[in-house]
């Protein structure tokens, strides 16, 4: 069997020109605007308990609709002929669009019916049903060639599709699609198909971001249009009609919370993030709560006037910043704005934003040339990683004419961005820098033996060199490395005084540090020690092995932060040997950096697999000296976040000394008030970081969604990945503060009350013996089941380190990631067609071979051996035999 990668992405045709009511069809804003440093006064909400204790039982009667969704952002441009249909001042015209024309029940009983269900052939089940077929995709937003108008409604279960009504029909065993007691397989959700589906239906249409609000699933593939609600690439909230009141939200026992992914790599054919200048004054922002200027913000008193979306405040609007209004509310050069258009928008900052000057990414290769490296082969595979992310997989080949020229040259190519720098240190009981200065003719080292107060015997000119510059010098050095320590009888590394050292090295200009260990670091100060002895296991204390108390490690993860760094770790563990990852991976969970485990590291399997991990590591999009906000409506307020990053007290801002594109946090929200059904709630990241090009900029994230008092519209739009990543991210926290069995039980109880809840809330007239799912939440029990079964809270025996390692992951993750480690895409490579994995020639899409499913398997009936009688048995057997129970 093979596996797909997570990171490959289905080759698209370029994408056509946007839409001119959304797209830019004017240069980009030159007016000038100052931001004042910081992210305003920050507040100190009540923090939730989470989901984990008992949740309420509290009823409501909602018998509310979503039928003043007519406006759905008219008069802000975001529709068709939008401008026409505004009214000023109406707060019926301020909704997120959502459409519910299509016909649709309540919800969905396991085992019922529906037309073209689990139908094998995709070609016929795009039926009128589809949530999609209200809107149209227009010509100039197709940007394929296919039927714009053709609408969506797979077999299995339409992504974004709303709930089906069930069959009338129920069999006397107790429920429909039920016979003789016995379920029909073909009615089993399943997930394989679920992606299937969704995948064929966007291969050939867009995902518009407005018009439809809920997201496609998390691990297919699609191209989203940005109408000025973020795309769910960045952004998946969990509930995108959210109840009014706190009480309506327990009764559902669902989570209501968003995954935030700033970084998220596009896919070809979308949009690039718009990045805009305003110069020394900065973006417009509210002066009551600092939120950015954001396509939801409107604009009064013929455009003096700014009216924030999140806390309602009328700001003045700045003179070089002013337009005036049409009759119909709407500022005349809006097409021209992308801030006011676009979801997702960068702005660069001025001065008052910068902590130290910014420059370009600095990479600081820290290598373990220990005894362990060497003999393992990790040495060798970890440098010709690296070699292959910075100059392909032939590194030794030099580009034509490339190193005649300056590192300008258009005939290079490079792998990390220009303004970069990289530097070499490798360490065992001792420190070694490398000045791979262009002008050498091969690499020098000198030794630091010193570990109580090590310093750095090199100037940044020599330690961080340009690539492509030292590319001669660097290709040696690390070709020569594994030869040069070849001899090398140092078993005990001394990791933390090389960090140290590092970090002085980094202290400066912040950047990134990629370190390999490949044994327990037992030598120097911070010296580890054997904690996982097997005696913790399985009682209350072994929550201590996934966290640590060592002081000094603590400190540095500290310090990391605070000068801009994060570090990725590659850790080899010889044989299956202990490397206290909850004490090295501290570092990393701070700084918002990874973890790279192989527990039993073998040169021949996994040189190609560390290969392909560094090169992502050091090519996708990376920033750091990051700061984080997230604000949201009145009525609502931050209760808690999940992820890897540093927050010194709740309500500061997040610190984060690298972000990157595979990075997601969770943040769940309460209630402070009442939210009016009238209105939006709207949410906005803020992501503070200077680029790997060496630019101080702020990605702003803007997310809405409708508020609602029916319960029944509220379960319609439910995004199944980020409820399971937002569950699985508190349930990793809750690691270090409750036992295991505590939280498989917690695990447990959430999906009853989840289920419940909406049998109470939505499910109808159904017996009471049958299972009914929301139609959204289908295949919401198959991921809770992959996550008890994980390495993080799987029971019985599992090394702490695995443990940690998977629980950090947790944290971290994607939607996408987390979706495809808890269901992984299975293909079966004997039965795989000949034309599949290759591009069709017509329109040029992979072909996909069809995922493995449960019932796809050859059915195997497991041989029953006959019983044996009493007399079959030895007499040593009959005594020894215990007598039954009664």
Request: charge should be neutral.
């Amino acid at each position: 069997m093979a596996s797909y990668n997570p990171y490959q992405q289905t080759p698209y045709q370029h994408a056509q020109p946007p839409h001119s009511q959304y797209g830019q069809n004017g240069p980009p804003s030159q007016y000038a605007g100052t931001p004042q440093p910081g992210y305003g006064p920050p507040g100190t909400p009540h923090q939730d308990q989470g989901y984990f204790p008992p949740q309420g039982q509290a009823g409501m009667n909602s018998d509310g609709s979503m039928g003043a969704l007519a406006g759905q952002m008219g008069g802000m441009g975001l529709g068709g002929d939008a401008a026409a249909a505004y009214r000023p001042n109406k707060k019926k015209n301020r909704h997120a669009y959502h459409n519910l024309e299509q016909p649709s029940g309540p919800q969905h009983a396991f085992g019922a019916p529906s037309p073209a269900q689990f139908g094998p052939d995709i070609s016929q089940q795009y039926g009128s049903d589809h949530p999609y077929a209200g809107q149209q995709v227009t010509q100039a937003m197709n940007q394929f060639p296919a039927p714009a108008s053709a609408p969506f409604s797979p077999g299995l279960q339409a992504p974004n599709q709303g709930f089906r009504q069930p069959s009338q029909s129920t069999s006397a065993a107790g429920g429909p699609g039920v016979s003789q007691g016995k379920v029909d397989p073909e009615q089993i959700p399943s997930i394989p198909r679920l992606r299937d589906s969704a995948a064929q239906y966007y291969l050939d249409h867009v995902y518009p971001t407005m018009e439809q609000h809920l997201p496609p699933p998390a691990a297919v593939p699609f191209v989203a249009h940005d109408q000025g609600n973020s795309s769910s690439k960045f952004a998946r909230l969990t509930l995108n009609n959210i109840p009014s009141t706190q009480e309506a939200l327990t009764s559902t026992a669902l989570p209501l919370g968003i995954v935030l992914q700033p970084l998220a790599p596009l896919q070809e054919g979308e949009q690039a993030v718009p990045v805009l200048d305003f110069g020394d004054v900065g973006p417009p922002r509210c002066r009551r709560c600092r939120t950015y200027i954001n396509p939801f913000m409107t604009f009064r008193s013929g455009g003096n006037k700014l009216v924030c979306n999140m806390c309602t405040f009328p700001n003045d609007v700045p003179p070089e910043y002013f337009a005036p209004t049409d009759p119909s509310g709407v500022r005349v050069d809006r097409a021209q704005r992308p801030e006011l258009t676009t979801g997702t928008v960068e702005f660069l900052v001025p001065k008052e934003y910068w902590a130290k000057e910014p420059v370009g990414l600095h990479w600081l290769f820290l290598i373990d040339v220990g005894q362990e490296a060497i003999t393992r082969g990790f040495l060798q595979a970890f440098c010709e990683g690296v070699l292959s992310a910075l100059y392909g997989d032939h590194p030794h080949e030099e580009e034509a004419d490339g190193e005649q020229t300056n590192g300008d040259a258009p005939d290079i190519v490079r792998r990390i961005p220009l303004g970069s720098k990289v530097g070499f240190v490798a360490f065992d009981r001792a420190m070694y820098f490398f000045n791979c200065n262009a002008k050498l003719d091969q690499a020098q080292m000198l030794v630091m033996p010193d570990l109580d107060e090590p310093f750095v015997p090199l100037g940044s000119e020599g330690l961080f060199v340009d690539p492509h510059e030292s590319k001669s010098v660097i290709t040696g050095l690390l070709q020569r490395l594994p030869s040069l320590f070849s001899r090398n009888k140092a078993p005990e590394p001394a990791l933390l005084p090389a960090l140290k050292a590092t970090q002085e090295a980094l202290a400066l200009t912040g950047g990134k540090i990629i370190c390999s260990l490949s044994a327990l670091p037992t030598w120097g100060p911070g010296r580890l020690f054997l904690r996982d002895k097997n005696d913790l296991h399985g009682i209350e204390t072994e929550r201590k092995l996934f966290q640590t108390e060592h002081a000094e490690w603590r400190t540095m993860a500290s310090k990391m932060v605070a000068s801009g760094i994060g570090v990725d770790f590659f850790l080899a563990a010889a044989s299956g040997g202990y490397m206290d990852i909850a004490t090295i991976g501290h570092i990393s969970a701070v700084s918002g950096g990874e973890i790279f485990f192989y527990p039993v590291f073998t040169a021949p399997r996994d040189v190609q697999r560390v290969k392909k991990e560094i090169e992502r590591t050091v090519t996708r999009e990376t920033g750091y000296q990051a700061l984080m906000k997230v604000r949201c409506s009145n009525g609502l307020q931050v209760s808690s976040y999940h992820g890897n990053f540093l927050q010194h007290n709740f309500g500061a801002d997040l610190e984060l000394g690298s972000v990157d594109a595979d990075k997601a946090l969770g943040v769940m929200f309460s209630y402070d008030g009442k939210l009016d059904p009238k209105l939006d709630a709207h949410f906005q990241c803020a992501l503070l970081y200077t680029t790997a090009g060496g630019e101080r900029r702020v990605r702003c994230t803007n997310t809405v969604a409708s508020v609602s008092e029916s319960m029944s519209e509220v379960m319609r739009f439910l995004d199944q990945d980020a409820i399971v990543s937002m569950i699985a991210k508190e349930a990793a926290t809750r690691m270090t503060e409750r036992t295991l069995k505590d939280i498989r039980n917690a695990l447990t109880e959430k999906t009853i009350d989840i289920l419940a809840g909406h049998r109470r809330t939505g499910s109808g007239s159904h017996p009471p013996g049958q299972l009914v799912l929301p139609e959204n939440l289908k295949e919401f029990g198959m991921y809770i089941l992959g996550l008890l079964k994980s390495r993080a809270f799987k029971a019985g025996h599992e090394p702490s380190d695995r443990r940690t390692h998977t629980m950090r992951f947790f944290k971290s993750a994607s939607p996408l990631e987390l979706s495809l480690f808890l269901y992984p895409r299975i293909v079966a490579l004997h039965t795989l067609p000949d034309n599949s994995c290759f591009p069709d020639p017509e329109t040029g899409h992979l072909d996909r071979p069809i995922l493995l499913t449960g019932e796809l398997w050859p059915h195997r009936r497991r041989r029953r051996l006959p019983r044996r009688r009493r007399s079959d048995l030895s007499p040593m057997a009959t005594r020894t035999r215990q007598p039954e129970p009664p």
